[in-house]
């Protein structure tokens, strides 16, 4: 079915440690993977994206990881900071000519300074 | 600043009565997405468009539901007869062409139903 889920609900990290959020995929045929992190009561926002054509993509301090053959897609982000404190969604775009995402329940990440 | 705005930002109602939200894209995004996100889930899909066409609606979009995009530029939710289960935040999300994948959210309305 559809389904993109997680490893971990939480995960606290210490302030300057690098943080590691999982996430498993269940469709094989997905063909676009996105990170957002949404802090209470706003949108979610971009982090990153990949294509299901790469393996590894990098940004400022992030870096997704997308592994195909065990469908798991992670977010690494360097030298975490407090404002990093949020809640991030991984989405997988189903390919097939569907244009929506379908959204993980997420992974609260908490910084402690 | 993704450049999607919401509007109201928050909605109080009681049940039985109708809603509609507004979400205003920017001139680039011809694709609009709306998404519902109840508390400690994901977003979950509701409808797109691309352009004034709606191409693409989730079986979430019950005969209460109704959207539009009638210019190819903001768009409405409307939902009829509300009731306690419709109360969540309703998310609009933009997307630029075809060169990109990425769906650039709005704050979102947050509806209540009493």
């Known amino acids: 079915g559809e389904s993109v889920g997680l490893h971990l609900p939480t995960l606290s990290v210490q302030e300057g440690d690098n943080s590691i959020i999982n996430c498993a995929y269940s469709?094989?045929?997905?063909?676009?993977f996105i990170w957002y992190k949404q802090e209470s009561g706003k949108g979610p926002q971009f982090i990153i994206d990949?294509?299901?054509?790469?393996d590894k993509r990098q940004g400022q301090r992030v870096t997704v990881l997308l592994n195909k053959t065990v469908k798991h897609l992670s977010l690494q982000i360097a030298a975490t900071q407090p404002g990093d404190s949020a809640v991030y969604f991984c989405a997988e775009k189903m390919g097939g000519g569907s244009e929506k995402l379908v959204f993980g329940k997420g992974t609260k990440l908490t910084v402690n300074p | 600043d993704t450049g999607v705005s919401q509007d109201p930002r928050h909605k109080i109602t009681k049940r039985g009565q109708n809603v509609t939200f507004r979400c205003d894209p920017i001139s680039e995004h011809n694709r609009l997405y709306w998404y519902r996100q109840t508390l400690g889930q994901g977003p979950e899909f509701l409808t797109y468009f691309q352009n004034e066409a709606q191409l693409e609606k989730s079986r979430l979009l019950s005969d209460r539901f109704s959207a539009e995009r009638p210019k190819g530029s903001f768009s409405t939710l409307e939902i009829q007869r509300t009731e306690q289960g419709d109360s969540a935040m309703y998310l609009c999300?933009?997307?630029?062409?075809?060169?990109?994948?990425?769906?650039?959210f709005g704050p979102g309305t947050r509806l209540t139903v009493l």
């Open positions: 990949i294509r299901s054509n790469m």
């Open positions: 999300a933009g997307r630029k062409g075809e060169l990109t994948d990425t769906q650039y």
């Open positions: 469709n094989s045929a997905s063909d676009y």
